[in-house]
Structure formats: structure tokens, C-alpha cells
């Protein structure tokens, strides 16, 4: 087959949000003459703001993360005025008995924080730890998630030096339990492999550079909220020419290797190439039809988040992010791989009025609270009410009576994430992050026949979250760009 060998003058990116918005950005620098259709009326995808009856919320993610990913998306000068302030502690831990732990990212704090659990003699170990997980997640970043590994040189990549091998190879806990003895330090270091949709119990160790980016890293806010972060990038698109077409739901992509025609709600757009950022698996059958390859890989799809946004007549006192573990988070996640909703659920709770006091009146609190439950694929479908009396309840337990104070409310589930914004199984991360569907594992950022056409996401590859989907959408441009 002939492949077009020319740049693309046109491009339409399918989608809105950071992976779009990250493509669309990258081949507007290029000088391609770029279109972003979004089926919504909005940019941001997951990472939606809503504003009701004074109370705003981010929808999707709150902690922002590796923003030397953002910052090469953005530029220098767009990242600096988004003005993000680190969080500290970045968030603290707390189990129904009372213990917590806070991930501060000053290391002295961090490392005294580990001795209270491990014991001051032991203190060293928390710092090889840091030190050695962060040095692989350099190198892993710059020789794994920033490239569009074939199956080959991802191996070749793994296997020499041989540094990073116990790093993809391990599991988790086993990995974590190498330089901790204390099961709650153990907890604290593992249950953020649900960021991805990933159980603790299934994630590979390189996931261990979920904490550590955050410690080391840093967690951070934009005033105005992630919500900010997506203006940013669409302001940024704006000043180099990129027109956002909104409402306008891609339902068929006709390509051949020399241009694309995109249809969406009776208009037709054509340009020089596409790049889709809805979720690959559906689009590739939906968008595609007969032009889909007819062998695709299935893939298993990771557990989704069932998410309240809960406006409250009273400051809550709360860090401006919680994570409460249950008492035996390992049965909880086992519980949820088995497609079961937990008696005893961890749940996240995003509290931001303590760094930005404009998200609710005053004295108000404006709060996500998420915890994670299975697919759609993966269990009976989600009994609403029995988690949110759970969730509640847990909740009451640390901050008081609730329920009467609650002046807004707003549910988004898997339900609500498959109709909403087409994902598959209404899964909110995409597919799993298990060893066999990391990377190189992972479907690709190409089409198989038109060199044209190409992905970006949380479907494709490096995978899931705000930093791996912008790096998505830039490496689905570079490939258009080659
Ligand atoms: C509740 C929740 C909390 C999260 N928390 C965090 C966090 O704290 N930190 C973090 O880093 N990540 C977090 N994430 C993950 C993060 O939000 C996602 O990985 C990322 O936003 C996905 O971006 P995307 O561009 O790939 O997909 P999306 O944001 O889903 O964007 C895809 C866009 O394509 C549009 N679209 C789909 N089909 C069509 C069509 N046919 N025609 C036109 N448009 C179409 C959709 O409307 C959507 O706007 C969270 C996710 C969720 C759901």
C-alpha cells in the first residue's frame, strides 16, 4: 500500500478534550490549518466545570500532576500565567480507625511521616525508595511514555540495560513491600493504580511512580481549577488559528490515504488527515464502519468511578484532597475485581475551597466525592442509592452531619460515562493498565491502513490521566507531522 509522504495541510481533530486539545496545539505550531469538532457544547471531555447555584466543580481530574507535561503542551508563557501552586501535603490518607498519613512533598516531612509507621531506623529505606523509583520513572518517562513503541523496541528498551526490568516485570505490592513492612505504608504506596482504573492487586510496578511523581513532582492547582487548565489550551489553540466547531457529533469518517471527509450531523468537513480522541475502541467500529480493520484486539477495560458533586451549606474541614482507605483496602480491591460493589469503599474527596475560595459562597464548601466501582462490563449495573448511603456514611463519620446541609447535588456514573462521552463499558479510564496492555501492548496511535488517520487518548498509548493523554495527543501529531 502508498502511504501520502507530505505534511498535512489540513487536519480535523475528533474531541475537545486534553488530547485533542494537546494534537490540535502541536500541529497548529506546525502550521497545519486545524478543526476541532466536539460532540458537546464545551472543551474539556472529562475534565468538564460546572457552575450551579454559586457551587463549581471540576467533573473529572483535580489532581494535576507531572506539569512538565502541561508545560511543554502549553509553552512557557501560557503555563506561567496559569500561576498553579503546589499543594502540601499533596493529600492525606485516612483509615476508619483513625490513623492517616500525609504525603507531603517537602522530603524531610515525607520521610519523617514514613518513620512514624516504619520506625526512625528504617527512615533510609523510604529514602532509597524515593530516590530509585524516581530515577526509573525519569528514565521511564523519556524511554517509554513519551514513545510510540512497536512490540520490538519496547522490549529491546526493557530488557538492556536492565534497569527498568524488575520495573515492568514486578507487581505493585510485591515491589512496594521490597522497602516497606508496615501494611498501612504499604497502603498508602499502592491504592493510587485506581487513578487508572487499575486494581493495586493487578497493577505492574512501574505504577509506583504514581506516588513518588506526586511527592517528588508535586500535586497542583490552578486557581479557577482544572477547568482553567482547559481554557488555557483552547486560548493557546485560539492564538494559533484553530477553530473549534462545538456540537458537532463526528458519526462517519470516510478516509483514504491521500484526505479524510468527516461527516458530522449532515455537514460534511474534509482535510488532509484526522486525529480521533474519542474512545479508539468504540470510534474505530462506530466512525469507521466497513473501513475498520476487521481483527481488532479486544481489550479488558478498567474499573470506573461512581462521582458525587455535592454542594454544602458549611466549610467542611477537610485538605483540599482525602483519600479514605478501608479498613482492609486489599479485600476491597479484590471485591471490585470480582465486578462487586464494596461495603466498605475508599473514596476520594476533592475539597478545593481550602486553596481557592471563588468555587463556593462563603463559608460553603463545593465537593467531589468519587469512589471507584467495576465497568459496566464487569458487574450488575450499580445500585446508586445503597453506595451513596456507604459513601455518606463513611463520610459523616469524619466531618459530621451531612445530608442536611447539602444544598446541591449531582451524580455521574458508568452510565453517565458511557452516554455522555461514549466511553466503552462506561469505563472513565479506558482500557485496563495491566502489563499486557501497557505500552507497546496497548492499541496504537496509527491506523492500520490510512497513515492519515491516527488516535490519541486514554484509549491508545501511553494511557490514562491528564499528563499520559497530552502526551497522547502530541505524539498522534508527530506522527501526522513525520
Ligand atoms: C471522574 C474522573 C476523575 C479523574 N481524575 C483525574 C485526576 O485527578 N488526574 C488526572 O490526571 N486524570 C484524571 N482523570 C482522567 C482524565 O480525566 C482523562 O484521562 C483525560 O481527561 C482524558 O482526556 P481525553 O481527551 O483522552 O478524553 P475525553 O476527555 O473523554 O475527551 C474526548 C472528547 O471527545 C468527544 N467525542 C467523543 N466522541 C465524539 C464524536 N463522535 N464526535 C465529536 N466529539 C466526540 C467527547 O465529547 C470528549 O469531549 C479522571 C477522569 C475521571 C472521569
Known sequence: MRFAAMKPKSAIVVGAGFAGLSAALELGRAGVQVTVLEALSSAGGRAQRRTENGYTFDLGPTLIVMTDVLKRTLGDESFARLALSRIEPGYEIRWPDGQRFAL?????LLVAEFARFEGPMRASHALRYLA??????????????????????????????????????????????????????????????????????????????LPVSEAVGGVWYAPGGTGAIVAACVDACKQLGVRFVFNARVDRIDATNKGVSIFADDERYDADAVVVTADREPAMRQLFGAQAPPRERRMRYGHSAAVWYVGVRRAIDLPHHTVFLPQNPWQAYAALDAGRQLDDPMVYVCN????????????????????????????????????????LQRLEREVGPLRDAIAVERFRGPKEFAE??????????????????????????????????????SGTRPGSGVPMVLISGRLAAQRLLQ
Do not use: C, K
Open 104 to 108: 507531603h512533598s517537602d522530603i524531610a
Open 132 to 209: 530509585d523509583v524516581h530515577e526509573a520513572f525519569t528514565d521511564a518517562q523519556s524511554r517509554i511514555l513519551e514513545r510510540d513503541h512497536t512490540v520490538a523496541s519496547f522490549l529491546r528498551t526493557i530488557i538492556t540495560p536492565g534497569r527498568m526490568r524488575p520495573w515492568i516485570f514486578g507487581n505493585l505490592r510485591a515491589f512496594t513491600q521490597r522497602y516497606f513492612t508496615h501494611p498501612r505504608t504499604v497502603e498508602a504506596l499502592t491504592f493510587q493504580s485506581l487513578y487508572l482504573g487499575t486494581s493495586p492487586l493487578r497493577a505492574p510496578a512501574l505504577y509506583a511512580l
Open 352 to 391: 478545593p475551597r481550602v486553596s481557592d475560595a471563588t468555587v463556593a459562597p462563603a463559608g460553603h464548601s463545593a465537593l467531589l466525592v468519587l469512589t471507584p466501582v467495576p465497568n459496566r462490563s464487569n458487574g450488575p449495573e450499580l445500585d446508586t442509592h445503597a453506595l451513596r448511603e456507604r459513601v
Open 420 to 457: 455522555e462521552l461514549g466511553l466503552l463499558h462506561g469505563a472513565a479510564f479506558g482500557p485496563d493498565h495491566t502489563l499486557d496492555q501497557m505500552t507497546a501492548f496497548r492499541p496504537s496511535i496509527a491506523h492500520p491502513h490510512y497513515r492519515n488517520v491516527v488516535f490519541a487518548g
